[in-house]
């Protein structure tokens, strides 16, 4: 037992000089009305309370880096980001936790939790549920071997949620490139953005009824997607039946499924993208096509537009000065 104590602790070290490191050769912060040292002086040891955590639960649980990720994205993409996502219904709020992006998908509620019950001892009433999405994205990024950025911060916290914007604006596994596209540009992002981002997908799982029809019927005339690497479908077939086993996982990237790399475009580029809205990055645009090639051949500039879009995507809509609050409990919100 001391001896696994003794591993955890060195692993936990080792997780957070990643972050720490990868920070001081880090891309800059975009200006704006966000700044990476908001809490310099009101809650200086905030991005190392984030960091353990994430780190503990990383360690006990290596799917959960990317399902950290998955939260910064679909919190940002619905009203801005504003930790809108982890609100509960209640009274007049329905929560986005129930929407079809999120429904049986969305998880790691309880580390962000623990993370705001941390910074609450720490600094009461200080740092936002906005802002730990945000920190927590970017350190299971680099815990995974992915690159490290400075997180603007000074984000607050909406007061409602909206499943309806939850449904509608977040890309969908089965959306066509053009629908892609224009989501993203709704949010003030382009197609550099988007090819970089998805690109997240190096880590984490995807179910079953995310790409079935692609095993069994693309179009609608019962002929598999074209697209889809022969061998790599007979190989998913035997557990996403046509019918049944709707919730089983598979690796967005059999290859390295655990480490934050540039195999994702690798696997692209032979037709073993697992969704339908990551091969189209291949097959259905030569602008996007390219992309895919240059992040496929080197990683480097995949690792320095991630981080630059990734600064992006979490400078949408932030809730700043006297708008929104700082929620006690990310889960619901104030009751002054």
Sequence with gaps: MAGEAAMRRGLMAAALAAVFFSLSSAIPAASGQLDPHFY?????????IVASIVGKAHYKDPRMA??????HFH????????ASLLLDSSGSIVSEKRSNPNRDSARGFEVIDEIKAALEAACPGTVSCADILALAARDSTVMTGGPGWMVPLGRRDS???????????????NNTLPTIITKFKL??????????????HTIGDSRCTSFRQRLYNQTGNGVPDRTLDVSYAAALRPRCPRSGGDQNLFFLDPVTPFKFDNQYYKNLLVYRGLLSSDEVLLTDSPATAELVKLYAANQDIFFQHFAQSMVKMGNISPLTGGNGEIRKHCRRVNHN
């Design 187 to 200: 949010q003030g992002l382009d197609i550099v953005d988007l090819v970089a981002l998805l690109g997240s």
């Design 159 to 173: 007061r409602g949620a909206s499943v309806q914007g939850s449904n509608n604006d977040i890309p969908a596994p």
């Design 40 to 48: 310099d002086h009101s809650c200086p040891q905030a991005q190392q």
């Design 66 to 71: 990317a399902s950290l990720l998955r939260l």
């Design 75 to 82: 919190d940002c993409f619905v009203k801005g980001c504003d």
